[in-house]
């Protein structure tokens, strides 16, 4: 008798539960379309080298070309290198809340890179190379606890390197070469532990190097850097 009294209350407690789930996570997947179709129409999809299955109705974004989901049919990776993508980045895409990988170098992207992005807490890889982005490197691209890649080189960058980056706890490869980056490098990436690659080359950074490059652990697996005004050489090297 307990037990048949019990479960008329456990089970709409659970059904309860399970319905929210599944508005949670369906909910979730129009954010992404919705982040998707602002991409595609932001950046002159229709003209895109390969834009298959983008803007069908019937079909799930999970099924567009460059998108890879979860098995919950999230969008876990965007990546459209060198697809032709012309225009500004959305802010929308900072909705992508399971974005682990996002990838659109090599295309012809205009403006600046959307502040918005610190919120995207489970990407891993960003890379925006290769474009024709200009103002300054958000600072809130330091919330991004997981990111191992950052490349933000060959773009048209300005100002100074965020201090913020140095939160950055598991990054690995750093690119900011190619800009037009100038003040001083942050102290505080050379804090960063696992930094294995680190690439400066071709800004307008000055100043001392710091000292915390010189005695990182793996300093012998960095890029070459050279800063205009620096005191010291060290493996690296390109800056007027």
């Not at 954010?31 to 999809?45: I, P, W």
């Amino acid at each position: 008798m307990k037990k048949i009294v019990l479960l008329r209350y456990i089970l709409p407690v659970v059904l309860l539960l399970g319905s929210r789930v599944v508005r949670d996570e369906t909910a979730g997947q129009t954010a992404d379309r919705l982040a998707l179709e602002t991409l595609y129409q932001n950046t002159k999809g229709d003209g895109w080298r390969e834009n298959d299955g983008w803007m069908v109705d019937s079909r799930s974004p999970c099924s567009w070309f460059g998108v890879t989901c979860s098995a919950t049919e999230r969008v876990e990776r965007l990546e459209l290198p060198g697809n032709a993508l012309i225009g500004s980045i959305p802010p929308q895409l900072s909705k992508l809340e399971q974005l682990t990988h996002l990838d659109l170098a090599g295309n012809e992207l205009t403006g600046c890179i959307p502040p918005d992005f610190g919120e995207l807490s489970n990407l891993q890889i960003l890379d925006l190379s290769g474009n024709r982005l200009n103002g300054p490197i958000p600072s809130t691209l330091g919330m991004l606890s997981s990111l191992q890649t950052l490349s933000l080189a060959g773009n048209q960058l300005t100002g100074h390197m965020p201090s913020q980056l140095g939160k950055l706890s598991d990054l690995r490869f750093l690119n900011l070469g190619s800009n037009g980056l100038n003040g001083p490098i942050s102290v505080e990436i050379g804090r960063l532990q696992k930094l294995e690659n680190l690439a400066l080359s071709n800004n307008y950074l000055s100043g001392h190097i710091p000292s915390e490059l010189e005695c990182h652990p793996d300093a012998t697996q960095l890029e070459r850097l050279y800063c205009r005004h620096c005191c010291r050489w060290l493996r690296w090297g390109g800056n007027p």
